[in-house]
């Protein structure tokens, strides 16, 4: 069964880090893109980061660009996002997903979602 498992997520306070990871189970990570999606309270869910299979490319939403940081290490079978800077507007449900590639927005696995709140 292919599955990917979260952690990292927390309560933390504005300015502070967070470190998520995303970890494949049952597969390989090298052959797809991931991307961290978030969901805020009473918001839809959108993409904030991806990466490609190889980690050669990555892009990010205006909103977290400068201040997250999306890395993947095949040999861990892992993809980590990396968020300084937390403002409470960061505050949601965060997500990793493997695709085939950032640009298609289509998904093939989903992680379980992770918490993260920060306070003002």
């Known amino acids: 069964q292919w599955q990917l498992v979260e952690s990292g997520g927390g309560l933390v306070q504005s300015g502070e880090s967070l470190r998520l990871s995303c970890t494949g189970s049952g597969f390989t990570l090298d052959y797809f893109a991931i991307a961290w999606l978030r969901q805020a309270p009473g918001k839809e869910r959108e993409k904030i980061s991806c990466?490609?299979?190889?980690?050669?490319?990555?892009n990010y939403a205006d909103s977290v660009k400068g201040r997250f940081t999306i890395s993947k290490d095949n040999a861990k079978n892992t993809a980590y996002l990396q968020m300084n800077s937390l403002k409470p507007e960061d505050t949601g449900v965060y997500y990793c997903a493997a695709g085939g590639l950032c640009e298609l927005n289509e998904y093939d696995v989903w992680g379980q979602g992770n918490q993260v709140t920060v306070s003002s």
């Open positions: 990466i490609s299979s190889t980690g050669a490319n990555t």
